[in-house]
Structures are given as structure tokens and as C-alpha cells.
């Protein structure tokens, strides 16, 4: 059995309400249900963090290895596109890593083009909805146990 950390970044806990053209309607914690039944089924444990705050994705980050993770499903947020800080965590605890967007970020606004995280993922997926989550669960599975 591995256990898979789901960290989600800021405004991610507005799924459902939040522009729903561009995110979809399923709400986040319809997701993380969702995600904890089928890494259970897999045989693995999951455990959920979303945090508005850098400062505590960063914190969650550097204890995760401590706490027995081995993959992180990781939607990183607004932060995609700004946050260095929270790059550098996952390369000081040199832990892997699926980035998930909701969106295809490819065709939005210039600016979302740019990840700061997509060089350093073990893989990436953007533009599936919800059931892009889910697809990192069984790509984290199939790590697992490679």
C-alpha cells in the first residue's frame, strides 16, 4: 500500500461555484470523495489538503515524505504561473509529483502558459475537468507499483 497526498492551491475550494464554464460544476470535495474511494480501491491510502496560502503548501510539501507519501497529485493553482517558492519545495524533498489543471491552460490567456512546475512533474495533465484527478490517481498507482 502507498499513500498519495491530493494538494490542492488557492481558490480550488470555490470548485463549483467558481466560473463553472472554465472549471466545471463538480465541487471539490466531490473530488477528493471521489479520488479517496479510487486510490482505496487501488489498495492506497489519500490523503486531502487545499490551502489558500503558499506559506502552508510549502509546509505541507516539506513534511509529506516525513508522513510516509510517496506521490503528490499536485493542482497547483494560481500558483502555476508565480510561485518559485513552492518549485523549490518539491525539489528540496525531491518527491513526485502529477500536476493537474482543470483547464486547458494552453488556451487561455498568455500569462497561464508558463508552469512553473510542468519541468520537474513526473507527468501533467490539463484540460480533462475532474476526471483529470482521477487519472492521476491511477497514473500515481501505476508508479507505485512500478
Known amino acids: 500500500m502507498s499513500k498519495f497526498l491530493l494538494l490542492n492551491g488557492p481558490n480550488l475550494n470555490l470548485l ?13 470535495s466531490d473530488i477528493e470523495a471521489r479520488c479517496t474511494e479510487l486510490a482505496e480501491e487501488l489498495g492506497h491510502e489519500l490523503e486531502c489538503f487545499q490551502s489558500n496560502a503558499e506559506h502552508d503548501l510549502i509546509d505541507r510539501v516539506q513534511s509529506a515524505a516525513a508522513d510516509g507519501i510517496q506521490i503528490t497529485l499536485f493542482n497547483p493553482g494560481g500558483y502555476t504561473h508565480t510561485s518559485v517558492a513552492l518549485r523549490d519545495a518539491f525539489l528540496a524533498v525531491k518527491m513526485p509529483f502529477i500536476e493537474i489543471h482543470l483547464s486547458n491552460t494552453f488556451a487561455r490567456e498568455d500569462f497561464r502558459h508558463k508552469s512553473y512546475f510542468s519541468d520537474i512533474a513526473t507527468g501533467c495533465l490539463f484540460g480533462l475537468g475532474a476526471y483529470a484527478y482521477e487519472l492521476a490517481i491511477l497514473a500515481a498507482h501505476r508508479q507505485a507499483n512500478n
Open 16 to 28: 463549483g461555484d467558481r466560473e463553472p464554464g472554465v472549471y466545471g460544476s463538480t465541487r471539490l
